[in-house]
């Protein structure tokens, strides 16, 4: 969505090699001017509010979200003498005042108390004969939205912009922030930048933030009805290596990018890194699009290990505060090219569960998924790729946040899923986990027919399987034409129309997820996941 014009830098954008002439070149020069003198001001920024005996660091400002009880929030900033102390003190609905901490390396950090969600207060550090002062703190939940550009998606874009910009102000309790897209070849300490600082939600400000993570707050200050804080860290056209640690590419083989080291982790190392020391309630992610031409087979490793060292990062730069296992919530992939065969989406669509096809799982442990193949956008004026519906998306997450990291026993945030497949010489029957309602289909289904090669894949012959019949919770599709070896459901860039899909859930309308199951390989995985389908064949 926002090119960086270099060679190296347009593969992490998704963008193709630049054309040199001697206008690129012109305009070239002028970027790296023009970028220059900006990096030099915010160094300049930043050394001039570290001159200042006290400060906060720069993601902590007027009207933010503190996390509540029972986690402490971290608060930390810049000080000097070296080895002065500094103090917190709290006013508002309650007094706090801190234990002195000491300055070091030029570096102050507080853990406050656990604080009951509400406000507003006035968070002050005092160092000697200085202060520093936010206003109009609150505490509640902190989320952190991430990911490319369907996470970057304005509010101004989307269906009914203006109707759900007009509704900002009835939402105070709800701040959102936004950080600077900057990249660093190194892991910072604090951010380059920040786009949005924190600020009361009015409609000239949301119309710059992030639809998902704004819709996703809004809803659930609508269900908690306590502040929650909004921290959208998102670069459009990026793959997760580029949020990814070093560490986490590591166990994966993909520490040495084949073009440039600097590519890899550059937006961890500056839009991410810099966060660790934030204590945060979980967080959301919507990327993959640009990974389904690039490393396409390894993302069933770097997402899960990405997930896995955020995780570890966050818990330990909050001291302990952040939890190790933070729910983190996920888009599965919507659509982007209408009639397309090629299997990028679904393939990315099915490692983002771990090649599952549910979360949680046992790889997945304390994750939520947002299921979007059934919300396509065939006239969006952004492009296919870039779907306008983000209520719908923000609605899903809502229900897996719900579920998942706040323990409603009783809220379901997926479809249907398969729990036991039957085949036949005739038929294949499939019965879910949950009551389904179904409308006829022809191709939605598609088996795999036996060959001696080995287990079925994107090469393979691939038969579409009409749906016959189907019961309250189960579905038979036709399987005379072979000896299936292997099915598949929703196996497409765009499988449906706008919520049209074939396999809904009968109680929550919630479509049912893709999957994809060799016989041979589900009944030997061995797996322990509590929803695992197994396949038995009656010949």
């Not at 570096?107 to 006035?122: F, H, K, S, T």
Request: net charge neutral; with cysteine; hydrophobic share 40%.
């Amino acid at each position: 969505m926002l090119p960086f014009p270099t060679v190296d830098r347009s593969k992490i954008m998704g963008l193709s090699t630049p054309t040199y002439s001697s206008l690129f070149a012109i305009v070239f020069c002028a970027y790296l001017l023009v970028t220059s003198v900006l990096v030099i001001w915010v160094l300049i920024l930043q050394v001039f509010h570290h001159d200042q005996p006290i400060a906060f660091a720069s993601y902590y400002g007027n009207h933010m979200v503190l996390q509540k009880s029972p986690e402490r929030a971290i608060l930390w900033g810049y000080g000097r003498p070296e080895g002065a102390q500094v103090t917190v003190y709290l006013s508002g609905p309650m007094k706090y005042n801190s234990s002195p901490v000491t300055v070091q390396n030029g570096i102050w950090r507080v853990a406050l108390d656990p604080i009951e969600a509400g406000g507003p207060y006035n968070v002050t550090a005092t160092l000697q004969n200085s202060s520093a002062t936010l206003m109009d703190v609150l505490f509640g939940d902190v989320w952190l939205c991430s990911g490319q550009s369907n996470m970057y998606f304005e509010m101004s874009k989307i269906f009914n912009a203006s109707k759900e910009l007009a509704l900002a102000s009835k939402y105070p309790h709800v701040r959102p922030f936004m950080v600077a897209l900057k990249m660093s070849d190194t892991e910072l300490t604090d951010l380059i930048g920040v786009t949005l600082p924190w600020f009361v939600p009015e409609a000239s400000g949301l119309s710059q933030f992030s639809a998902v993570c704004w819709l996703f707050g809004r809803y659930m200050y609508k269900h908690l009805n306590y502040p929650i804080g909004l921290v959208e860290t998102s670069w459009g056209g990026t793959p997760v290596e580029a949020w990814s640690s070093l560490r986490a590419l590591q166990k994966c083989g993909l520490d040495q990018n084949e073009n440039s080291q600097t590519d890899n982790s550059v937006l961890w190392n500056a839009m991410i890194h810099p966060l660790l020391n934030m204590t945060i309630k979980g967080a959301l992610w919507y990327q993959g699009e640009r990974n389904s031409n690039y490393h396409q087979n390894e993302y069933n490793c770097s997402f899960p290990a990405m997930i896995d060292d955020w995780r570890m990062a966050f818990h330990l730069g909050s001291g302990g505060q952040t939890a190790m296992d933070f729910p983190f919530g996920f888009v599965q992939l919507s659509t982007d090219k209408k009639g397309s065969t090629d299997d990028g989406f679904p393939n990315i669509r099915w490692h983002q569960t771990a090649d599952k096809g549910f979360v949680p799982n046992s790889r997945l442990q304390r994750t939520f998924m947002a299921v979007a193949l059934d919300l396509p956008d065939e006239t969006s004026p952004y492009g296919t790729i870039h779907p306008r519906d983000k209520q719908d998306v923000a609605y899903r997450l809502t229900l897996g946040a719900r579920a998942v990291a706040y323990n409603e026993k009783d809220v379901v945030f997926l479809g249907p899923f398969p729990k036991k497949i039957l085949s036949t010489p005739m038929y294949v029957n499939i019965t879910y986990d949950q009551a389904v309602a179904v409308k006829s289909s022809k191709d939605i289904f598609e088996i795999c027919c036996s060959q001696s090669q080995g287990p079925c894949g994107p090469k393979s012959q691939w038969v579409p399987a009409p749906i016959v019949q189907w019961s309250s919770t189960s579905i038979q599709i036709a399987a005379n034409v072979c000896d299936v070896a292997a099915l598949r459901y929703a196996w497409k860039d765009w499988p449906c129309d706008f919520k049209a899909c074939p396999v809904y859930g009968a109680k929550t309308a919630l479509p049912a997820p893709p999957f994809i199951f060799d016989c041979n390989q589900v009944n030997t995985s061995g797996s322990t996941d509590n929803k695992q389908s197994f396949w038995k064949d009656f010949l």
